[in-house]
């Protein structure tokens, strides 16, 4: 069973029954029972016709749905409205479907956490990590998001913001390794940018590029984390990252600076650096700066430490992270490394084998409890 290709199209397939008049909740409903079906029926006789075999099914799903409801009897003069079998037109949906999920009834952190759970593939527990909440408090919010938009028509799409925040998310997950959705956000924001003249949505667009530019680089053979100063360069991909910072260039050079093309900025100075050694950290600082005018926010504030403690030592660094606050995801480890340049190696052990106890994935954890293991012997 190929679950990328049931993936894959899922969000087409909703946006279909969607169209023809169910809404949200049941959409999604009809759509995950068509793929059980898919799962305990193809691996024996696999459908010429994928998608059009799962919007069949989903959409009959559907009807006896509404059928078995005595107060939707009035929708059952769409009972005729079944698509005859037969290739579905390869029309792509998916980030048609992104702006209709972002509907205005929605506050923008449920449309995202919806839109991420219903389009972009990912579980209540992805979700919940990305917005930084408990799984049971994520799982909430997306049952009232659905509650809100059951029976909504989806003809007031939302706004450009809100779609930007799914595709950053979406493709952070996927650049986590997680899940394999980087490509697919970059091929979506590829579309929006094609669609929609907007300084923002190109500078996602970079943002995603030059991250993904260093992607072949950023584990070992065995799967373990390569840090940024220690990856390979000469496996980023140059025609990648040339080509985001032309997108880059040409979005600030429009002089309406938002948070995406900030974010690429400090990325494009990565990528510019020919070794770690010559990064200009100062100017990462100042766009850190940047940024955090805009966001205001604590992970952009935790980032800059890392960068003032490069730019203008580890104590300089270390100061800015005691304005922080410890709960922060990550803050433990970037103590660690400050403390290690510092030269305070037992205290960078001891917070390298804390911070590994906090790690959000295996992969992480294991590089902590990695470090913390060799600092650990240098001591001995």
Not at 105 to 130: E, Y
Not at 260 to 271: E, G, M, P, S, Y
Request: include cysteine; hydrophobic fraction near 45%.
């Amino acid at each position: 069973m190929d679950e990328l290709l049931l993936r894959s199209l899922t969000p087409s397939v909703l946006a279909v029954l969607v169209r023809r008049g169910a809404d949200f909740a049941a959409a999604e409903d009809a759509v995950q029972d068509a793929l059980v079906e898919a799962v305990r029926v193809w691996p024996g006789e696999a459908p010429r016709d994928p998608k059009g075999w799962l919007v069949t099914v989903a959409w009959r799903r559907f009807l006896d749905a509404t059928r078995a409801d005595a107060s939707r009897r009035r929708r059952e003069d769409r009972l005729d409205e079944e698509p005859a079998p037969g290739p579905a037109p390869t029309v792509d949906d998916t980030l048609q479907l992104y702006f209709l999920c972002a509907h205005p009834s929605l506050t923008p952190s449920s449309a995202v956490a919806l839109t991420l759970r219903a389009v972009g593939g990912l579980t209540t527990r992805q979700v919940a990590r990305a917005y930084l909440v408990p799984e049971a408090t994520m799982a909430q919010r997306i049952s009232r998001a659905k509650r809100t938009v059951s029976g909504v028509r989806f003809d007031r799409p939302g706004d450009v913001s809100t779609v930007l925040r799914v595709l950053y998310l979406v493709f952070n997950e996927g650049y986590s390794g997680d899940v394999d959705l980087a490509a697919e956000a970059i091929r979506l924001t590829r579309q929006l940018a094609a669609a929609i003249d907007h300084p923002e949505v190109a500078g996602l667009l970079a943002l995603m590029l030059l991250h993904h530019a260093r992607r072949a680089s950023r584990t070992g053979p065995d799967g373990s984390l390569v840090p940024l100063a220690e990856q390979d360069r000469g496996r980023w991909d140059t025609g990648m990252i040339a080509e985001g910072v032309g997108i880059l260039q040409a979005a600030l050079a429009r002089d309406r600076l938002g948070e995406f093309q900030a974010q690429a900025a400090v990325a494009a100075l990565h990528a510019d650096a020919p070794t770690a050694e010559e990064t200009d950290w100062v100017q990462i600082v100042e766009w850190y700066d940047e940024l955090a005018g805009l966001t205001d926010s604590p992970v952009v504030r935790l980032n800059r430490a890392v960068a003032v403690g490069e730019a203008d030592g580890p104590r300089a660094g270390l100061a800015e992270l005691a304005a922080l606050s410890d709960s922060l995801p990550r803050h433990t480890a970037v103590a660690a490394y400050l403390h290690e340049r510092d030269g305070d190696l037992p205290t960078a052990a001891r917070l390298y084998a804390e911070a590994a106890h906090k790690a959000p994935t295996l992969a992480e954890r294991d590089h902590l409890t990695r470090q913390a293991a060799r600092l650990n012997a240098d001591l001995r």
